[in-house]
């Protein structure tokens, strides 16, 4: 007869985690990351130097900037090698990959989120068009990071006359979920968790390898009645930890919001925005999106999408979505990111992604932080800083319509309007439109033969994707085309005969 899973306390469980084996997170930013369980893990190295040359394996980015999230695993010799979508948000696993201390590599989160759950299959990896032509690809880099890390992870393969990208499988032993109750037999539900996450592929990858599964849920009762709440099973489980509510918080922006989990009927409310080149861009990239678009926006200035939305009253002309799992509902922001306020439904990170790849997005807006003259786009190279694609490629290869949103230049930028005409009181000190990018994450003839509709916006001008490259379209009413456009790009676009942007997007209150 089958027991229950054991209850324990975190330093007990994490006591179970042997060296050199794989472990996978489970985690959106702060939702649903096991934050007491990697406290308890860091803590336990620095006492006995144990665990030792782990491989770290997870799909979004975890952290808060700082020493949250899986900054608790970033000790030199806790960690041997990393295998991460997002690499930002924890600034110390990215620090020990640029000096070259642990084997490090970067792969679409959309991608990984899928391998945790071919890995319980036990099949042999991804096989996607996700990540070819950019650096992840292994005719470029193969998303190694630095040249410790050489054993390469995905391959070019062919079939039927086609070519490929393997991501292959590797063995899961260790599993860190968590939850938000558990019963008696180890039956784990997420009611007030922001996200279901990959939580289940996680547990079956390490079940079906012989590894162990441990659990962080904020409560333990003895029955969970209502079987469809289950996320996880609890023949799954090997470990229960009950947290304290400081390291279970539902994401690290928030202790508890219940507009993440319950959905309320009426007009869903977001902040205004003051009047800036955020707004500007905001206003132009809203007006790409059609009546009935399924969206999604990317993190930073994307987001201002949302917000021209819902003061303009167009939030219900249109559905957002988020990579993580919500439909519907106002996207979060910061350490917030990846949950949506008032959402009508949230399902698994794995089939949103699976319906981005199959190309159910019709329209996105993403970032930018380098964009050169055949409109490919770096957003994870910063000098001596590393962020990472995450759904960035999946998102970019696959939505119908994309509109890149990003100032013109970086850097103390400073603009006003007066009259409807945009004037610039700070220039930007770094350009943005450059020669050569330093890491491709979209490439740009790849997505003309995809056949999708590519388009860049700054608060001064906006330019599109042609089979001759970059060619300007509009320029902002006051902004001279020479001196303030054509002269602080490291290239000439292809220029015709641009029209003016909207002159709505300058508007002020």
Same mark, same amino acid.
């Given at each position: 007869?089958?027991?229950?899973?054991?209850?324990?306390?975190?330093?007990?469980?994490?006591?179970?985690?042997?060296?050199?084996?794989?472990?996978?997170?489970?985690?959106?930013?702060?939702?649903?990351?096991?934050?007491?369980?990697?406290?308890?893990?860091?803590?336990?190295?620095?006492?006995?130097?144990?665990?030792?040359?782990?491989?770290?394996?997870?799909?979004?980015?975890?952290?808060?900037?700082?020493?949250?999230?899986?900054?608790?695993?970033?000790?030199?010799?806790?960690?041997?090698?990393?295998?991460?979508?997002?690499?930002?948000?924890?600034?110390?696993?990215?620090?020990?990959?640029?000096?070259?201390?642990?084997?490090?590599?970067?792969?679409?989160?959309?991608?990984?989120?899928?391998?945790?759950?071919?890995?319980?299959?036990?099949?042999?990896?991804?096989?996607?068009?996700?990540?070819?032509?950019?650096?992840?690809?292994?005719?470029?880099?193969?998303?190694?990071?630095?040249?410790?890390?050489?054993?390469?992870?995905?391959?070019?393969?062919?079939?039927?006359?086609?070519?490929?990208?393997?991501?292959?499988?590797?063995?899961?032993?260790?599993?860190?979920?968590?939850?938000?109750?558990?019963?008696?037999?180890?039956?784990?539900?997420?009611?007030?968790?922001?996200?279901?996450?990959?939580?289940?592929?996680?547990?079956?990858?390490?079940?079906?390898?012989?590894?162990?599964?441990?659990?962080?849920?904020?409560?333990?009762?003895?029955?969970?009645?209502?079987? !469809?709440?289950?996320?996880?099973?609890?023949?799954?489980?090997?470990?229960?930890?009950?947290?304290?509510?400081?390291?279970?918080?539902?994401?690290?922006?928030?202790?508890?919001?219940?507009?993440?989990?319950?959905?309320?009927?009426?007009?869903?409310?977001?902040?205004?925005?003051?009047?800036?080149?955020?707004?500007?861009?905001?206003?132009?990239?809203?007006?790409?999106?059609?009546?009935?678009?399924?969206?999604?926006?990317?993190?930073?200035?994307?987001?201002?999408?949302?917000?021209?939305?819902?003061?303009?009253?167009?939030?219900?002309?249109?559905?957002?979505?988020?990579?993580?799992?919500?439909?519907?509902?106002?996207?979060?922001?910061?350490?917030?990111?990846?949950?949506?306020?008032?959402?009508?439904?949230?399902?698994?990170?794995?089939?949103?992604?699976?319906?981005?790849?199959?190309?159910?997005?019709?329209?996105?807006?993403?970032?930018?932080?380098?964009?050169?003259?055949?409109?490919?786009?770096?957003?994870?190279?910063?000098?001596?800083?590393?962020?990472?694609?995450?759904?960035?490629?999946?998102?970019?290869?696959?939505?119908? !319509?994309?509109?890149?949103?990003?100032?013109?230049?970086?850097?103390?930028?400073?603009?006003?309007?007066?009259?409807?005409?945009?004037?610039?009181?700070?220039?930007?000190?770094?350009? !943005?439109?450059?020669?050569?990018?330093?890491?491709?994450?979209?490439?740009?003839?790849?997505?003309?033969?995809?056949?999708?509709?590519?388009?860049?916006?700054?608060?001064?001008?906006?330019?599109?994707?042609?089979?001759?490259?970059?060619?300007?379209?509009?320029?902002?009413?006051?902004?001279?085309?020479?001196?303030?456009?054509?002269?602080?790009?490291?290239?000439?676009?292809?220029?015709?005969?641009?029209?003016?942007?909207?002159?709505?997007?300058?508007?002020?209150?």
């Amino acid at each position: 007869m089958r027991g229950g899973a054991r209850v324990m306390t975190a330093d007990e469980a994490v006591a179970l985690i042997p060296s050199g084996v794989t472990v996978a997170v489970s985690g959106f930013v702060g939702a649903g990351h096991p934050e007491f369980l990697t406290t308890a893990i860091e803590q336990r190295f620095l006492r006995s130097n144990q665990p030792r040359d782990l491989t770290l394996l997870y799909a979004a980015g975890q952290g808060d900037r700082k020493d949250r999230g899986l900054n608790h695993l970033a000790h030199e010799g806790l960690v041997r090698r990393v295998i991460g979508g997002h690499w930002n948000l924890a600034p110390k696993l990215g620090r020990l990959a640029l000096e070259n201390k642990i084997e490090a590599y970067n792969f679409p989160q959309g991608v990984l989120c899928i391998l945790l759950r071919e890995i319980a299959a036990k099949r042999s990896g991804v096989i996607t068009k996700v990540g070819m032509n950019t650096f992840i690809d292994p005719a470029c880099q193969g998303g190694r990071l630095n040249s410790r890390t050489t054993t390469p992870l995905v391959e070019r393969i062919t079939l039927d006359g086609e070519e490929w990208l393997w991501y292959r499988a590797l063995p899961v032993h260790v599993g860190l979920i968590r939850g938000t109750r558990a019963d008696r037999r180890g039956n784990i539900s997420m009611e007030r968790e922001a996200l279901i996450g990959e939580v289940l592929p996680i547990a079956q990858a390490a079940k079906n390898h012989g590894g162990i599964v441990l659990a962080q849920v904020e409560e333990l009762v003895d029955c969970i009645e209502e079987p !469809k709440a289950v996320r996880v099973p609890g023949i799954l489980v090997d470990a229960l930890v009950v947290s304290d509510a400081s390291h279970h918080a539902q994401t690290f922006g928030e202790s508890f919001n219940p507009a993440y989990v319950r959905r309320r009927a009426g007009t869903l409310e977001a902040p205004k925005m003051a009047f800036s080149e955020r707004k500007i861009i905001g206003r132009r990239a809203l007006h790409e999106i059609s009546s009935g678009d399924i969206v999604n926006l990317g993190i930073g200035l994307p987001e201002a999408v949302a917000f021209v939305a819902a003061e303009e009253g167009r939030l219900a002309d249109f559905t957002l979505t988020v990579e993580s799992g919500p439909t519907g509902g106002i996207p979060a922001s910061g350490l917030n990111f990846g949950c949506s306020q008032g959402p009508e439904a949230i399902i698994d990170q794995p089939s949103q992604f699976d319906f981005y790849d199959g190309g159910g997005l019709d329209f996105a807006a993403l970032g930018a932080v380098e964009i050169d003259r055949e409109g490919s786009v770096n957003v994870t190279s910063f000098g001596n800083r590393f962020a990472g694609v995450g759904g960035f490629v999946n998102i970019s290869q696959n939505a119908r !319509k994309l509109v890149f949103c990003c100032t013109f230049r970086a850097g103390d930028l400073e603009v006003d309007c007066d009259g409807g005409n945009l004037k610039i009181l700070k220039e930007g000190e770094h350009c !943005k439109f450059v020669n050569r990018i330093a890491q491709v994450c979209f490439h740009g003839p790849s997505a003309l033969a995809r056949g999708q509709r590519v388009i860049y916006v700054t608060e001064r001008a906006v330019f599109q994707l042609t089979p001759g490259g970059l060619e300007l379209i509009e320029v902002a009413p006051g902004i001279s085309l020479e001196k303030q456009v054509l002269d602080l790009m490291e290239f000439r676009p292809r220029v015709e005969k641009p029209g003016a942007m909207l002159s709505e997007c300058f508007r002020k209150p």
